[in-house]
């Protein structure tokens, strides 16, 4: 079982919509969890940075953490072309530098 | 400000050859991570490197290894290459060790073994 676990898609949306993309972990030792986005031939971008269960809002972005249930989602309201991306949770151990990634979601939000 | 540069973009090497990719870390942060992506994957953690020591190294071979220098640079080399080391290779700085630091990655090395 792999430590973190992300529906690799690929998920299309109009533009618009919300769109809502989670993950899963094992570990409960896990206490720090990041999403990034990845365009293309590029490195991923921070986009949230959360520690405590419970919602973190930023503009467009909300990310959610349900330590006890092991899931984080990531919510975007009023979805861009622009959005289109790989999006990729990572979490982090308590004291550790190591993050460890999902595979990635293959997001395209539709004009 | 500048963000993380690594260098170069894209290499080109044939089996059994030896690389040696570079990294400059956002202006004042201190620890550097290197992350490889295998195309359709999320990022696997090869090292961390803080005030020029090894703080963490993940389940990769001993041909990989890494330094940093004085000036918070880092290099990745990369012994005997084998095909599935074809990768996108990623530099990550963070002001400190430690998980409360977000680390903040560049657009990394795309390296292909022929």
């Known amino acids: 079982q792999k430590e973190v676990e992300q529906d690799p898609g690929p998920l299309s949306v109009p533009e618009g919509a919300i769109v809502s993309l989670n993950c899963t972990y094992s570990n409960s030792a896990f206490q720090y969890f990041m999403w990034y ?56 151990i308590q004291g550790a530098q190591k993050l460890v990634f999902g595979q990635g979601t293959r997001l395209t939000i539709n004009p | 400000d500048a963000g993380v540069t690594q260098s170069p973009t894209h290499l080109i090497k044939t089996r059994g050859q030896q690389v040696t990719l570079r990294c400059s870390p956002i202006s004042g942060h201190k620890s550097v991570s290197w992350y490889q992506q295998v195309l359709g994957q999320g990022p696997q953690f090869i090292f961390q490197y803080y005030e020029k020591e090894e703080r963490g190294r993940g389940n990769f071979p001993d041909r990989f290894s890494a330094r940093q220098f004085p000036n918070y640079s880092s290099e990745l080399n990369v012994n005997a290459l084998l095909l599935g080391d074809s990768a996108l290779y990623l530099c990550a700085s963070s002001l400190r060790a430690g998980s409360n630091q977000p680390q903040h990655f560049g657009d990394g090395t795309r390296l292909s073994i022929l």
């Open chain 1, 37 to 92: 986005r990845q365009y293309s031939r590029k490195g991923p971008e921070l986009l949230m940075y959360t520690y405590s269960s419970g919602n973190k809002e930023d503009g467009r972005f909300t990310a959610q953490v349900d330590k006890s249930s092991k899931y984080i989602s990531l919510f975007i309201r009023d979805s861009q072309p622009s959005d289109s991306a790989t999006y990729l949770c990572a979490i982090q």
